[in-house]
């Protein structure tokens, strides 16, 4: 028999229970009709994860000082709608280096679903990005978690699991996008699920990890027949 294993952050999780199952916010947040704002969500998705941020911070920056994150905000807004580079990226995360640590997949020779797996295994979460020839930047999401299958005592990569700022937030799960793993990719061309909608073809351009400074234990492990 067969069974599936789903791994996720653990600042998605509280022991045995996820965030949800304890009345808790997401860590999720909704990009606009009007935006560009995908990275700009995925960034600070990361920092709610990982501990670094709170959501309620995150909310009120229009509105209050906040002294750690007030850089970033300002940083923000010079590509808030019209979409962020990765290099662009980088820079918001620098506004915060004391209290974060990232990795760019600088590799070629690696393939970017194993630097991602590399990275989630060692408590990061993943900020990956899109190629979208109507959109500046791309499209970005965030894989905080992977879904894998126990066939003889091996576990086989089945997807990553993503916050996906584009699409609504989610109910009972902790993610509400997957970038499926199973068939080998064409020309980094890779098959992504969002919510409920049917599969459609992405091709990952970058990834970039990001991980707390000072490390939480711990992950989610779900394990279904």
């Known amino acids: 028999m067969h069974h599936i294993i789903i791994r996720l952050h ?6 045995t229970q996820t965030a949800a199952q304890l009345g808790l916010e997401s860590p999720h947040l909704r990009t606009g009709s009007l935006d560009g704002a995908s ?3 995925s960034l600070y998705m990361a920092l709610i994860t990982l501990g670094v941020a709170t959501r309620f911070d995150v909310q009120q920056l229009r509105v209050f000082a906040n002294d750690r994150l007030e850089n970033s905000w300002l940083a923000s ?8 580079e990765p290099a662009e ?4 995360l620098r506004t915060v280096k004391r209290e974060i640590r990232y990795r ?3 590799d070629a020779a690696v393939p970017l679903h194993h630097f991602a797996l590399a990275r989630l295994s060692r408590d990061d ?4 990005n899109f190629e979208h020839r109507n959109e500046r930047g791309g499209e970005w999401v965030l894989a905080v978690g992977a879904e894998f299958v126990l066939c003889e005592r091996k576990l086989i990569p089945l997807s990553l699991l993503c916050l996906d700022a584009a699409a609504p937030a989610p109910s009972i799960a902790r993610f509400n996008g997957k970038l499926l793993l199973q068939a080998r990719p064409s020309r980094g061309r890779y098959r992504y699920v969002r919510a409920d909608e049917a599969p459609i073809a992405v091709k990952w351009a970058f990834s ?3 991980g707390a400074a000072k490390r939480r234990k711990g992950r989610r492990v779900v394990v279904a027949p």
């Open 10 to 15: 653990a600042g998605l999780c509280h022991g």
């Open 77 to 84: 807004l010079n590509t808030y709608f019209l979409g962020s």
């Open 125 to 128: 979460v993943v900020l990956m």
């Open 89 to 92: 990226i980088m820079q918001l």
């Open 208 to 210: 970039l990890a990001v």
């Open 104 to 106: 760019a997949s600088n």
């Open 39 to 41: 990275g700009i969500c």
